[in-house]
């Protein structure tokens, strides 16, 4: 299972740290990312970042979101700073993850942590 953390209620301008760290049999995890859906909108990519060191970052928030990841944690995190109202939202961490050498990877969700900004 994949659990977030991190969220909370901030100024615009300040910034957030989240994590995600995946726990249970697994074998290897591929892409992590992190997504958020704000009231009334989709889904959308945040931020993505491939079993090496490839990341891809939503147009909004490049050059102010970072994220990373400990493969030896499982875990993988969403530094974000310049907050703007914007960005409020429920921030979901996703990751492709493999439960044994024969099995294929399949996508894990969290259950999302609530990111407020206020203006």
């Known amino acids: 299972q994949l659990q977030a953390s991190g969220g909370g209620l901030v100024q615009s301008g300040w910034s957030l740290r989240l994590s995600c760290a995946a726990s249970g049999s697994i074998f290897s995890i591929n892409t992590m990312g992190w997504y958020r859906q704000a009231p009334g909108k989709q889904r959308e990519l945040v931020a993505a970042?491939?079993?090496?060191?490839?990341?891809n970052y939503a147009d909004s928030v490049k050059g102010r979101f970072t994220i990373s990841r400990d493969n030896a944690k499982n875990t993988v995190y969403l530094q974000m700073n310049s907050l703007r109202p914007e960005d409020t939202a429920v921030y979901f961490c996703?990751?492709?993850?493999?439960?044994?050498?024969?099995?294929?990877?399949?996508?894990?969700w969290g259950q999302g942590t609530l990111v407020t900004v206020s203006s």
């Open positions: 970042i491939a079993s090496g060191i490839n990341t």
């Open positions: 996703n990751a492709d993850i493999s439960l044994g050498v024969l099995m294929r990877y399949m996508s894990y």
